[in-house]
């Protein structure tokens, strides 16, 4: 059985995307843009929009990362109670 991604699965998909790109964009905006005095943005406003973008992003990769720690343990402890693995018999 392969999975097939259809067109309103991607379209929804980049929606979601979009949806959280924007969340992302004016968390970080309304954080780190203090002055609207003048056209150039600056250094302390770069920075800061920076690592703020940074910290979500390590924020999402560690969050999948313990998703995924978690399913694996979950599908073991499945196979494990079925006594699928080696070693393991009910």
Do not use: W
């Not at 309103?8 to 905006?29: A, H, M, P, R, W």
């Not at 609207?36 to 560690?62: A, D, I």
């Amino acid at each position: 059985m392969t999975a097939q991604v259809t067109e309103s699965d991607q379209i929804k998909q980049f929606k979601e995307f979009l949806g959280t790109y924007n969340k992302v964009t004016e968390n970080c905006f309304m954080d780190c843009v203090r002055d609207f005095t003048t056209r150039e943005v600056k250094p302390e406003e770069s920075s800061c929009s920076e690592s703020c973008l940074q910290k979500y992003l390590k924020m999402t990769q560690r969050i999948s990362m313990r998703f995924q720690e978690y399913h694996i343990q979950q599908n073991e402890a499945l196979a494990a109670k079925a006594g699928l693995l080696p070693g393991t018999r009910l």
